[in-house]
């Protein structure tokens, strides 16, 4: 059952349906993990409702950025046993004053210094790369795309939040680089649950697979097997 089901309507399911949109993935590539803004400033430092998350951080998601830091956790102890590529692609704390606000209501994750760090179960270890970056996308003015070129990389698996934002503009600007972008359903968090169906169908019938955590690590599993 897709997260969407119940959404969006059946009707406009069968439109991209019978026009060809949507695909199944390809494994045979060389991935890296993306994991993009899985910071306090937008997950909150309890398991709360989101309403009650955003009186700490007004990005924070709350109880879903728990569940999709399980998740992305997860899916890190594999890439790592797999000694394959992770970066961790994170907002900047200035890159307001020298860029701009990243979202047009200019909502920060906060003044304090803890909403820009990284979970320490999820934290990066030696070896892995962290990209700061200033916009929604994690390739727009970083050297991201040359990162993962220079380690032989076609394929990106994106984990993070937020799935209507950041997820969305990188996967957006993955696929227009030429990756093979999955987006992994359940370790990608969103505020608006609404919001969060929507954009993971839109993405996947025009711009990335979007697949499960447990599929993503056994059919990689698979692949490394062989």
Known sequence: ?????????????????????????????????????????FIGHQPVDVLEAISEYPTACGE???????????????????????????????????????????????????????????????????????KASGFFRTPLDVLLRNRKVDTVLIAGSTTCGCIRATAVDAHSSGFETIVLSDAVWDRSPFSHAVSLYELSMKYASVVAVDEAIAELGKRRDR
């Open 1 to 41: 059952m897709a997260v969407w089901d119940g959404l969006i309507p059946e009707r406009d399911q069968e439109i991209y349906r019978r026009a060809g949109f949507a695909r199944e993935p390809s494994w045979d590539g060389s991935p890296a993990l993306l994991i993009v803004d899985a910071l306090w400033g």
């Open 64 to 134: 879903p950025g728990w569940v999709g830091l399980e998740r992305t956790e997860e899916v890190l102890r594999f890439f790592r046993e797999a000694e394959l590529p992770v970066v961790h692609v994170c907002a900047s704390a200035g890159a307001d004053s020298v860029y701009g606000a990243t979202t047009r209501a200019r909502r920060t994750p906060g003044t304090g210094t803890r909403a820009y760090e990284i979970p320490e179960r999820i934290a990066p270890v030696p070896g892995e790369l962290v990209v700061p970056k200033s």
